[in-house]
């Protein structure tokens, strides 16, 4: 018998990128210059108040397309699969996204619209929290990667690109 709680989330807004398919999308908002809008729903306006002061912010996200859970999976770095939670696959228990785009406006029109850079999700795709992004507390020395630290240049390697952009995995 599952005693988990049941939680509901409801989106607060709605984040806008020219990516309609997943094949072309960027893999990581922090390789990406894709330019987007968050627009956010009015009854939020009060709580933008002085976001406008941070350079970059963490959107956090619904993947409203994802596939269901896979508990291992093969990500696009690597041949082998790896335990989902030592991966950014987008497909998880709870499909939530995460990423750090960088604030270029704050526009309190109605609805209010955050203009962004570093998009790396799809169009459309349900906003849950918007928080701002503090290097003093958010940026810390990493001297263990995992599995990761192991692909070296990799990261940059066309050919992974190539597999991810054809859907590979997903």
Same mark, same amino acid.
């Given at each position: 018998?599952?005693?988990?709680?049941?939680?509901?989330?409801?989106?607060?807004?709605?984040?806008?990128?020219?990516?309609?398919?997943?094949?072309?999308?960027?893999?990581?908002?922090?390789?990406?210059?894709?330019?987007?809008?968050?627009?956010?729903?009015?009854?939020?306006?009060?709580?933008?108040?002085?976001? !406008?002061?941070?350079?970059?912010? #963490?959107?956090?996200? =619904?993947? @409203? *397309?994802?596939? &269901?859970?896979? /508990? +291992? $999976?093969?990500?696009?770095?690597? !041949?082998?699969?790896?335990?989902? #939670?030592?991966?950014? =696959?987008? @497909? *998880?228990?709870? &499909?939530?996204? /995460? +990423? $750090?785009?960088?604030?270029?406006?704050?526009?309190?029109?109605?609805?209010?619209?955050?203009?962004?850079?570093?998009?790396?999700?799809?169009?459309?795709?349900?906003?849950?929290?918007?928080?701002?992004?503090?290097?003093?507390?958010?940026?810390?020395?990493?001297?263990?990667?995992?599995?990761?630290?192991?692909?070296?240049?990799?990261?940059?390697?066309?050919?992974?690109?190539?597999?991810?952009?054809?859907?590979?995995?997903?």
């Amino acid at each position: 018998m599952d005693h988990s709680p049941v939680i509901t989330y409801r989106p607060i807004g709605v984040i806008h990128t020219p990516f309609t398919e997943r094949a072309g999308m960027p893999i990581q908002a922090a390789r990406s210059e894709a330019v987007g809008y968050v627009e956010v729903y009015p009854q939020y306006r009060p709580a933008l108040a002085d976001l !406008d002061g941070f350079s970059h912010i #963490f959107l956090v996200y =619904h993947f @409203h *397309r994802a596939d &269901p859970p896979q /508990l +291992s $999976v093969r990500p696009f770095l690597d !041949d082998t699969s790896h335990g989902l #939670f030592a991966t950014r =696959h987008p @497909h *998880r228990p709870n &499909p939530i996204g /995460l +990423s $750090v785009v960088r604030l270029d406006r704050v526009a309190l029109d109605n609805p209010p619209v955050l203009h962004v850079t570093g998009v790396d999700m799809l169009d459309g795709t349900p906003l849950l929290d918007i928080k701002p992004y503090v290097p003093q507390f958010d940026a810390h020395e990493a001297p263990h990667t995992g599995w990761i630290g192991a692909q070296g240049d990799r990261l940059a390697n066309r050919a992974w690109r190539a597999r991810f952009d054809a859907g590979a995995d997903r």
